[in-house]
């Protein structure tokens, strides 16, 4: 049992480099998000999903990109990479409503330094 | 303008004490409080949550309590054991997808044996 699962756990990029962080979950959840932890904070919301093929802005939306192609799949692309960026990522997926907000599990997260 | 707030950046407790970490929030639109629990190196566990329409959920050694005039939440861990020793996250919902969920800067809880 899987559950939500981050890849890479770890990464250091150049500032301007491009990459993808891969998220996937096997819970049959409809909806997915990501979001970032810098130290000494809470988690941000930065793109969201409710089902394959609808995603939505969250808190902190600029310089990355989603898409949900597949109820399983909720990829991250950071389009240019920016100092800025570096921070802890962390991807989650839930069912939706079931007559109360149901609560989110959460991946290991991705630890990101751009340089 | 931060809209949940956890104003306890740690809190120390003995072991078999009552551990209280509280959480207050601004936007009166919040309907659904969860709290999470985490660990270093791992993602955030759910841990209680509360629906605006109650004033306390229970489960176990956890217990949320929620004023909703003082716009004020708290959970109460009794008693406290060492494994709680975690950070733990309030977070808050204003629609029916927990996935949209802000979250407070969290508390680090130690519990000393």
């Known amino acids: 049992n899987a559950g939500v699962t981050q890849t890479p756990k770890f990464q250091v990029l150049k500032t301007g480099q491009s990459m993808t962080l891969q998220c996937a979950q096997d819970?049959?959840?409809?909806?997915m998000s990501w979001y970032r932890q810098d130290p000494g904070m809470g988690l941000r919301l930065i793109h969201y999903?409710?089902?394959?093929?609808?995603?939505d802005q969250g808190e902190v939306p600029n310089g990355y990109n989603v898409s949900r192609s597949t109820t399983e799949d909720f990829p991250l692309r950071l389009l240019s990479a920016a100092p800025s960026q570096t921070s802890v990522y962390f991807c989650?997926?839930?069912?939706?409503?079931?007559?109360?907000?149901?609560?989110?599990?959460f991946g290991d997260g991705t630890r990101l330094s751009i340089l | 303008d931060q809209q949940v707030k956890q104003n306890s950046p740690s809190l120390s407790v003995q072991e078999g004490r009552i551990s209280i970490l509280n959480c207050d929030y601004t936007n009166s639109m919040f309907d659904y409080f969860l709290w999470y629990k985490k660990y270093p190196a791992e993602g955030p566990t759910f841990l209680i949550s509360?629906?605006?329409?109650?004033d306390k959920n229970e489960d176990g050694r956890f217990t949320v309590f929620l004023n909703k005039s003082a716009k004020h939440l708290s959970l109460h861990i009794v008693p406290s054991q060492p494994g709680d020793s975690a950070v733990y996250f309030c977070?808050?919902?204003?629609?029916?997808?927990?996935?949209?969920?802000?979250f407070g800067d969290g508390t680090t809880l130690t519990v000393k044996p």
């Open positions: 977070a808050a919902s204003g629609d029916t997808n927990a996935g949209k969920s802000t």
């Open positions: 989650a997926s839930s069912y939706s409503w079931r007559g109360k907000a149901q609560p989110q599990h």
């Open positions: 509360i629906s605006s329409i109650k």
């Open positions: 999903s409710v089902g394959a093929g609808i995603t």
């Open positions: 819970m049959n959840h409809e909806y």
